[in-house]
């Protein structure tokens, strides 16, 4: 029952969040074994959209923990118990319900035995070990729940009664805005904990382990000191991604800008950057201001027509135009009936949920949750009704093609509809640049000076403040 329902979870989640976020990506799943017990260690920004994220990326069957507080619901707390889901009890929340902190703790006793199980049967655990969610810019202080389930589990190994090769896997979740639809999350696997290993070189401190899986989480995740910091870090790695990739790497129209795990590894190093440069010269400090000026001049000069960088560096030549006519045209007349199709048949759910997720907004949390929760259920309904309704009117055959059409029309709508805006707009781009191939060449000048100076600065402030680092370590990436 357990494994039936969680493919069904996996499905469903997968689903909800293609159709709120546009892209998800992973990155390290090579470090993931196949065969070990896994301990994974996630950071918890976006509430129940990080338990899906990770479902639906994680190559192996998953038992999830929660926590108990969400089991109080009678139809959530069903479901979560009949998909194997593991309420843990959170230190704030002992003793809320009336029970005593004896039977609280006995329940978390229970809850211990249940996950050491499934790490003695080589399954994956996920478990947050901030203990809580929320709009925070930085990691949380990390708990020892995740420590102690860790080292718990492994006493007794030489015995033969404790878990064998269990890995503590780090993964960090990071959303491009976690609140929007139709952006970008990325889920980063980071360096396993060996934690015979560990143990062996450290013994069973789990205040000690537990710095340990901060540090290695930190490694894959986004921490600024304040929210203007996190705002302002995050807009300059999205520019000078897209600023600093080469001439030659013009990405094609049907490719989203910059890689998302490109703007993330860029977003640290500026941080680091904008740390270092409070103590550099004031020399270095006036050419960071007067590159920062520049680059902002150029963004609103290229939206007050209607231009991405990515399109700046397009071929103009004729052939070039013809061909990207000969490729993009048909693409755009097949998307139109599938487009039209898509948005009649998911007109109301769509709108509805999205109604569901604007309302009583607490936390940045709340829009994708509320959104693909209420999604799902309202996707369901109508679907069934509207497959009622035409089997009435033309017979199983063509009500059950009708029912397979849905998820296919709005994934396919999706990807459609945001290539046509891009393909619209690049074609505006090249018919502007073939008219005033002057406002081209401005540009263009304008970009090759903010690549340049932004590299001689960040190997300014290597030499000033890292003199021991070498070049290749310091310098941006393309």
Not at 171 to 192: C, M, N, Q, S
């Amino acid at each position: 029952m357990h494994a039936m329902l969680y493919r069904v979870l996996r499905s469903v989640a997968g689903i909800a969040l293609r159709w709120f976020y546009s892209r998800i990506d992973v990155e390290g799943l090579e470090r993931v074994p196949r065969n070990r017990p896994l301990l994974l260690a996630v950071n918890h920004p976006n509430a129940l959209v990080d338990a899906l994220v990770v479902v639906w990326t994680f190559p192996r069957h998953v038992v999830l923990t929660a926590k108990a507080t969400l089991f109080e619901n009678p139809i959530a707390g069903g479901f979560f118990r009949a998909a194997g889901v593991v309420p843990l009890i959170r230190q704030q929340d002992m003793s809320v319900s009336g029970s005593s902190r004896e039977g609280d703790a006995r329940r978390n006793e229970r809850a211990f035995d249940a996950l050491h199980d499934a790490l003695t049967a080589n399954r994956a655990v996920l478990i947050f070990p901030e203990g809580i969610t929320g709009d925070h810019v930085s990691l949380a202080p990390l708990r020892t729940g995740a420590a102690r389930l860790a080292l718990q589990a492994c006493d007794g190994r030489e015995a033969g009664k404790g878990v064998q090769g269990l890995l503590i896997v780090p993964i960090g979740l990071v959303f491009e805005r976690k609140d929007a639809p139709r952006t970008r999350v990325l889920a980063e696997i980071g360096d396993p904990i060996d934690v015979d290993q560990w143990m062996a070189e450290n013994g069973s401190d789990a205040r000690a382990l537990t710095a340990e899986i901060d540090q290695r989480l930190r490694a894959v995740t986004l921490n600024f000191e304040t929210a203007d910091d996190a705002a302002r870090v995050t807009a300059l790695a999205s520019l000078f991604a897209r600023v600093l990739r080469s001439a030659s790497d013009v990405p094609p129209v049907w490719v989203p800008h910059a890689p998302l795990s490109q703007q993330v590894a860029l977003a640290r190093r500026l941080e680091g950057a904008r740390i270092r440069l409070e103590t550099a010269s004031v020399g270095i400090r006036n050419r960071v201001d007067e590159l920062l000026r520049r680059l902002a001049a150029l963004r609103d000069t290229l939206a007050e027509h209607r231009l991405a960088f990515e399109d700046l560096e397009i071929a103009l030549d004729v052939p070039a135009g013809a061909g990207f006519v000969r490729r993009e045209l048909p693409v755009v007349l097949a998307s139109a009936p599938i487009a039209l199709w898509s948005w009649l048949n998911h007109l109301l759910p769509f709108n509805l949920a999205r109604l569901a997720g604007r309302h009583s907004i607490e936390s940045a949390a709340d829009p994708a949750m509320r959104t693909i929760v209420s999604g799902v259920g309202l996707v369901l309904l109508f679907y069934v009704a509207q497959a009622a309704l035409v089997l009435r009117l033309a017979g199983p055959l063509i009500a059950g093609l009708y029912l397979l059409s849905l998820p296919l029309a709005a994934d396919a709508n999706f990807y459609l509809r945001a290539r046509l805006r891009r393909v619209i707009g690049r074609a505006r781009c090249y018919l502007l640049f073939r008219r005033r191939p002057e406002l081209r060449e401005q540009l263009q000048r304008e970009l090759d000076w903010i690549r340049v100076e932004a590299r001689a600065i960040d190997g300014l402030l290597a030499r000033e403040l890292d003199g021991s680092l070498t070049s290749s370590e310091t310098t941006l990436p393309l």
